[in-house]
């Protein structure tokens, strides 16, 4: 598993700051019941990664699976261990954070498949792209990819000896101790042994 906290953290944030239903706080708006905790597994992104691995990747349906899985569980312990050292992010480094992936979605440097997972996210949520914009990116994967930033400086002050992949490997262990439970039930939610 420890070749996909590095895959996660190059490549898969991208895609989660796009394509996750999740927030730190409560939305005020009027997408407030269609967004998942940032800091709880989500089945729809859960999906949505298993079906690019497979599509895109030419991963089998059970790797996929198993991989989407490592993904969801490793964004889940991450976000849940940068909240209970205390980091937050604001609505306003959201937002710019999210300006920026506009910036990409509106300038063309996103490929087709980011491009048509927006599209569908901003069908499936049934809200204008300001919506998508300006309230579901910023309190989905603009904050949890700030979170995770974040955490990783405070890795590095904190545990500079420590390589980034073996502090995310003993958090998600730690997690995994913490939350059987709750990893169990998602477990058995998305059919996987």
């Known amino acids: ?17 796009f394509l996750t239903a ?4 409560p939305v005020e708006s009027s997408l407030a019941g269609k967004i998942n905790p940032i800091n709880d597994f989500d089945i729809k992104n859960y999906e949505q990664y298993a079906a690019t691995l497979q599509n895109e990747n030419g991963y089998s349906e059970k790797e996929a699976s198993k991989y989407a899985f490592e993904v969801e569980l490793l964004k889940v312990a991450l976000i849940n261990h940068a909240m209970e050292l205390g980091i937050a992010i604001t609505d306003e480094d959201a937002k710019k954070q999210a300006n920026e992936g506009r910036e990409m979605f509106e300038t063309g440097k996103l490929s087709n498949e980011e491009k048509k997972g ?11 792209e300001e919506q998508f914009w300006n309230e579901y990116v910023v309190q989905t994967g603009a904050k949890m990819q700030l979170m995770i930033e974040r955490l990783q400086d405070y890795q590095k002050k904190h545990y500079p000896e420590m390589k980034w992949d073996d502090f995310a490997n003993e958090i998600v262990e730690n997690f995994i101790i913490k939350e059987t439970e709750k990893i169990n039930k998602f477990k058995e939610l998305i059919s996987l042994d």
Do not use: A
Request: with cysteine.
């Open 118 to 128: 927006i599209e569908e996210t901003i069908v499936d949520l049934g809200i204008t």
């Open 22 to 25: 999740c927030s730190t706080s």
């Open 1 to 17: 598993m420890k070749y996909f906290y590095k895959f996660f953290i190059s490549s898969i944030i991208m895609f989660l700051l």
